[in-house]
């Protein structure tokens, strides 16, 4: 009996088995070589061999060059809108006359100035303004040497930071440069007015 050596079927099999992409129902895509091979066959004005020689084919990259996702208004608006923001972030704000506490180590980084706590870990980074600041606890280890700061927000979540210190003493100096960047700048809503009727 002879036997045949290679596919009997010139069609690729089909199912989960052989694609794990696979759902039924849908039919697979033609592969760009077929459908290339049928359009330049079937196109007006083909040669012999099935290459086209249409104006419009070889205009169509020049149409693609000129025609840039920022040529049209609500693009350009986009553009302008994001340098503006640049151009902001790149101009530093004149700081103010007032306390800054900074701390870090060689991962974390913790900096509470007139414009809020900022927190970064490794390539992590959080900003928060003293709007939306609920409370700021300090802890310190029991041993070793490590001081974590967490900022609480009035949704009820926190956000923990550990900072190795070089030695215990700084705890001392972390804590009353932190407590007078609190007390400078944020604002607990314990003074409400008197007047209230």
């Known amino acids: 009996m002879e036997q045949r050596i290679g596919s009997s079927s010139s069609k690729p099999l089909e199912g989960a088995g052989f694609d794990p992409a696979f759902i039924p129902g849908l039919t697979a895509p033609a592969t760009g070589r077929e459908e290339d091979a049928k359009d330049t066959k079937d196109a007006p004005g083909a040669d012999e061999d099935g290459t086209v020689a249409d104006a419009a084919t070889e205009a169509a990259p020049e149409a693609e060059e000129s025609e840039k996702p920022g040529d049209s208004p609500a693009a350009e608006a986009a553009e302008a809108v994001e340098a503006a923001e640049e151009s902001e972030d790149d101009e530093p704000e004149p700081a103010p006359d007032g306390p800054v506490f900074e701390a870090s180590d060689r991962r974390a980084a913790l900096v509470a100035d007139h414009r809020g706590v900022r927190l970064r870990l490794d390539d992590q980074e959080c900003e928060f303004r003293w709007d939306e600041i609920g409370a700021v606890e300090t802890e310190t280890a029991r041993f070793g040497k490590r001081y974590t700061v967490t900022v609480h927000t009035p949704d009820r979540r926190w956000y923990p930071l550990e900072i190795d210190a070089d030695s215990r003493r700084r705890f001392a100096e972390w ?21 209230r009727v």
């Open 175 to 195: 804590d009353a440069a932190l407590d007078e960047v609190l007390d400078a700048y944020f604002d607990d809503g314990a003074e409400e007015p008197a007047d």
